[in-house]
């Protein structure tokens, strides 16, 4: 793989405060398996077809990355893909929804259960039901966060990054933070910009990570996870116009509107040399602009 490269940003406001600020571009990695999920994958997929399966099965939400990425992943590599969708209400029309349609084309067949059958996917009882049901399959977990995952995430840093001071990523399962941190400079400090309301994920990054130079920030979740406000559109658009680069609501946009913010509130001391990772994901873009058509807000630039 070609090495990832890190974009520069120049705006006034980094000039101003006299902080360095660059991305590096992960969601350059694939169209769809891009980012995160990307390294999430790599060495479950090299596992699963050591180990003989040839399906795999996940679990998601109707806009969800992983979903997307997991049954693209399947095409390219030669699984069969099975998704647990959270919401049986989606069994009618999923066909209308860009990312459940997208991983459809790619052969990912759907398994919609409630909230509250959810809320027990990890439950040995629930899936030794999906075992009956489909037959022997690789099970990956929501967010596609486990040990190979964290490994995965380990080699987003290059050693070309030490120069950087404050690596910063957005936090949804915890995975790729643990990886960031795993693969930081003894210099570096890794900030983790949570998409979800809480610091619960404090604990699910704990269980990957044996050093003490990262933090959890909480305050840019913007009411939770898939939550958003006209605020953080116009902050995703006018960053897409300055720089080029295109960053979901869920995740990456809340991360950069969550670092400018910082920095101009005076969050970093000046000279301090920021490399954000975008995570990809784009894909989600779609959906959440069908839900923003409805609610007759803004829409996300592509």
């Known amino acids: ?162 120069e950087f001071d404050i690596i910063a990523t957005c936090v949804g399962t915890g995975g790729t933070m643990a990886g960031l941190v795993n693969a930081s400079a003894a210099h570096q400090r890794v900030l983790g910009f949570s998409a979800l309301k809480g610091d619960f994920l404090i604990d699910s990054i704990r269980k990957f990570v044996t050093r003490p130079n990262w933090k959890l920030i909480t305050d840019y979740h913007f009411g939770g996870y ?13 960053f897409k116009e300055q720089t080029g680069i295109a960053s979901d609501p869920v995740y990456t946009g809340k991360l950069f509107f969550g670092l400018l913010d910082m920095i101009a509130n005076n969050g970093f001391k000046a000279g301090a040399k920021i490399l954000a990772v975008h995570t990809g994901g784009l894909q989600g873009i779609y959906g959440m602009n069908e839900v923003l058509k409805k609610k007759n807000l803004p829409l996300i630039n592509l």
């Not at 439950?123 to 040990?147: A, H, Q, S, V």
């Not at 898939?226 to 006018?238: F, R």
Request: aromatic share 10%; proline share 4%.
């Open 1 to 162: 793989m070609n090495p990832i490269p890190n974009q520069q940003i120049t705006l006034p406001l980094l000039f101003k405060k006299q902080v360095t600020l660059a991305v590096k571009r992960e969601d350059l990695l694939h169209p769809i398996i891009s980012g995160n999920k990307y390294r999430k994958l790599k060495y479950n997929l090299q596992r699963a077809k050591a180990q003989n399966f040839d399906v795999l099965l996940t679990f998601g939400g109707a806009f969800s990355n992983h979903i997307a990425a997991v049954a693209c992943a399947g095409k390219e590599y030669g699984f069969g893909t099975i998704g647990v969708i959270r919401g049986e209400e989606l069994k009618e029309g999923w066909g209308t929804n860009p990312t459940l349609k997208l991983a459809s084309e790619y052969g990912m067949r759907f398994h919609f259960v409630s909230r509250e059958v959810y809320r027990t996917k990890d439950d040995k009882t629930f899936i030794e039901k999906l075992r009956m049901e489909y037959g022997d399959f690789y099970l990956l977990p929501e967010g596609g966060t486990n040990t190979l995952a964290v490994k995965g995430c380990e080699e987003i840093l290059t050693l070309s990054d030490t």
């Open 226 to 238: 898939a939550k958003v406000t006209p605020e953080l559109i116009a902050s995703i658009n006018t």
